[in-house]
T-cell receptor, first 114, second 113 residues
């Protein structure tokens, strides 16, 4: 079945370093969503990207959607300890389907050393 | 608005016991779903509902039942708990379809001995 592959699975950074997680698909995505889950918490929606080549920013977070709409990235500039957590991408399946269920990547777990 | 609420927060069961995980939302969302989260496995869809009276299976439905008698509530039933069902369970809802922003509940951490 269709999958969205996320890399890396884990990332350890020193506070102040940058961080990037990537989400890749073998098929064209209609849109992609990003979620953040703090340790012990629940996933929280961050953003949705729809257009080819779209770039959106939220303070130190930059989200990109590839020109071919097969990949996406989340970049955090100058990480802080508050950025710790797992970041998930999610996308609708290629065939759309009537159910409207998102397919989630397995996530990238970010740890930040003070 | 309370958003999506789940009870209980923690639960320990013995193998073979049954129980119901409760989920409710006050946002009048048509779409509701249940996920389980295991280390390294991400979020896997168990069951979902596109509206009251309509439910369907997700990726990992075996051992679980659901019903949707109202828009607000979407309980998940474990029929005969097994150690393989030890996991964190999240309920989620979204406006109209599952393609929209998902609002997750705080989760239920279940241990089956």
């Amino acid at each position: 079945g269709q999958q969205v592959m996320q890399i890396p699975q884990y990332q350890h950074v020193q506070e102040g370093e940058d961080f990037t997680t990537y989400c890749n698909s073998s098929t064209t995505l209609s849109n992609i969503q990003w979620y953040k889950q703090r340790p012990g918490g629940h996933p929280v929606f961050l953003i949705q990207l729809v257009k080819s080549g779209e770039v959106k920013k939220q303070k130190r977070l930059t989200f990109q959607f590839g020109e071919a709409k097969k990949n996406s990235s989340l970049h955090i500039t100058a990480t802080q300890t508050t950025d710790v957590g797992t970041y998930f991408c999610a996308a609708p399946p290629r065939n759309g389907g009537s159910q409207g269920n998102l397919i989630f990547g397995k996530g990238t777990k970010l740890s930040v050393k003070p | 608005n309370a958003g999506v609420t789940q009870t209980p927060k923690f639960q320990v069961l013995k193998t073979g016991q049954s129980m119901t995980l409760q989920c409710a939302q006050d946002m009048n969302h048509e779409y509701m779903s249940w996920y389980r989260q295991d280390p390294g496995m991400g979020l896997r869809l168990i069951h979902y509902s596109v509206g009251a009276g309509i439910t369907d299976q997700g990726e990992v439905p075996n051992g679980y039942n659901v019903s949707r008698s109202t828009t607000e509530d979407f309980p998940l039933r474990l029929l005969s708990a097994a150690p393989s069902q030890t996991s964190v369970y999240f309920c989620a809802s979204s406006y109209r379809t599952g393609f929209n922003e998902q609002f997750f509940g705080p989760g239920t951490r279940l241990t089956v001995l």
